[in-house]
C-alpha cells in the first residue's frame, strides 16, 4: 500500500518553474527525514534534497540553488520548489520518508535510507 501520494509533475519550457507535493499518511507524519529522489530510464535514482524534522535542508549539487524542499507539518506535506529548470531535470520524481531513522541531512538523500516510496510524478522539460 503506497503511503505517499506526489503530485504537480508536468510540461514545462526550459527556464520555467514548477512546484511538486507529496501528501504522506499517517505512516509517515512523524518521518525523521523526508526527501525527493528522481530517477530517469537506465540510471539509478538520484537523491536530490532532503528535510529533516527540524527543518534542516541539504541539496544535491544539481539543483542547489535552483530547488527548495519545504514541507506543511501540520497537513503531512512535503513540497519542492523547482526553478530555472533545465533540460536534464527532466525525470520521474518520487518522494519519500524515513521512519526508522536512517536517514541524515548531511548529505545528498540515499535510496536505501528511506523506507516509504510514493509511485511518483513525471517531470519534463524541453526547449
Known amino acids: 500500500q503506497v503511503q505517499l501520494a506526489e503530485s504537480g509533475g508536468g510540461s514545462v519550457e526550459t527556464g520555467g518553474s514548477l512546484s511538486l507535493s507529496c501528501v504522506g499518511s499517517?505512516?509517515?507524519?512523524?518521518?525523521?527525514?523526508r526527501a525527493w529522489f528522481r530517477q530517469v530510464p537506465g540510471k539509478e535514482r538520484e537523491g536530490i534534497a532532503a528535510?529533516?524534522?527540524?527543518?534542516?535542508?541539504v541539496y544535491a549539487n544539481s539543483v542547489k540553488g535552483r530547488f527548495t524542499i519545504s514541507e506543511d507539518n501540520a497537513n503531512n506535506i512535503l513540497f519542492l520548489q523547482m526553478n530555472k529548470l533545465q533540460l536534464d531535470d527532466t525525470a520521474m520524481y518520487y518522494c519519500?520518508?524515513?521512519?526508522?531513522?536512517?536517514?541524515?541531512?548531511?548529505?545528498?538523500?540515499?535510496?536505501?535510507?528511506?523506507?516509504?516510496w510514493g509511485r511518483g510524478t513525471q517531470v519534463n522539460v524541453s526547449s
Open positions: 499517517p505512516y509517515t507524519a512523524n518521518a525523521y527525514c
Open positions: 519519500a520518508a524515513d521512519t526508522i531513522r536512517a536517514a541524515n541531512v548531511l548529505g545528498p538523500p540515499i535510496t536505501a535510507e528511506y523506507n516509504y
Open positions: 528535510i529533516n524534522r527540524d527543518g534542516k535542508a
